[in-house]
T-cell receptor
């Protein structure tokens, strides 16, 4: 597609429920990243995919967080048993080269609110 | 920490003035990137400067990099109200081998 697409744009969920966030990167971009941004804060790295594999998942905050990527394209970030501290904007980005070598294209993010 | 520290945290200027934001860091880098974020949503890549470069220009943007001082600056000339946004530096390289974002500068351009 023309840009990185994320869905849903907003998600309100009850504490303890599971949520799935979706990212559709730019066609042909082999590298995909998830970041999290809490209110008024900088971006926190979560995970990096190169193709379908995740060479760096060091930023996932707990085992409640998981992510997968299929077909070298769409990625889903799953948060199980959501907690209030999971509330944040989850941003996905993709790039044509490996991590950090060139600029990233970001999606508009999913604003997750856990009530 | 590899995270860049940005200065100032907030900046308010009048339209037509220049805006300068600074980013300092502590580890070695391969490149440094600047991004803009409007309304707390997606970031837009502005410019990338490699560790062996000292200055780059893109339109009204001028970025400098001083690896000896471990600092970079972003200059926006002849600012416009539409430049109002948060600006982040991001560092690539060093031990962590991932793109790490700074804390951001909130720029407000008054019409």
């Amino acid at each position: 597609g023309a840009g990185v697409s994320q869905s849903p744009s907003n998600k309100v969920t009850e504490k303890g429920k599971d949520v799935e966030l979706r990212c559709d990167p730019i066609s042909g971009h082999t590298a995909l990243y998830w970041y999290r941004q809490s209110l008024g804060q900088g971006l926190e790295f979560l995970i990096y995919f190169q193709g379908n594999s995740a060479p760096d998942k060091s930023g996932l905050p707990s085992d409640r967080f998981s992510a997968e990527r299929t077909g070298g394209s769409v990625s889903t970030l799953t948060i199980q048993r959501t907690q209030q501290e999971d509330s944040a904007v989850y941003l996905c980005a993709s790039s044509s080269l490996r991590q950090g070598v060139n600029g990233y294209t970001f999606g508009s993010g999913t604003r997750l609110t856990v009530v | 920490s590899q995270q860049g520290e940005e200065d100032p945290q907030a900046l308010s200027i009048q339209e037509g003035e220049n805006a300068t934001m600074n980013c300092s860091y502590k580890t070695s880098i391969n490149n440094l990137q600047w991004y803009r974020q409007n309304s707390g949503r997606g970031l837009v890549h502005l410019i990338l400067i490699r560790s062996n470069e000292r200055e780059k220009h893109s339109g009204r943007l001028r970025v400098t990099l001083d690896t000896s001082k471990k600092s970079s600056s972003l200059l926006i000339t002849a600012s416009r109200a539409a430049d109002t946004a948060s600006y982040f530096c991001a560092l690539y390289g060093g031990a962590t081998n991932k793109l790490i974002f700074g804390t951001g500068t909130l720029l407000a351009v008054q019409p």
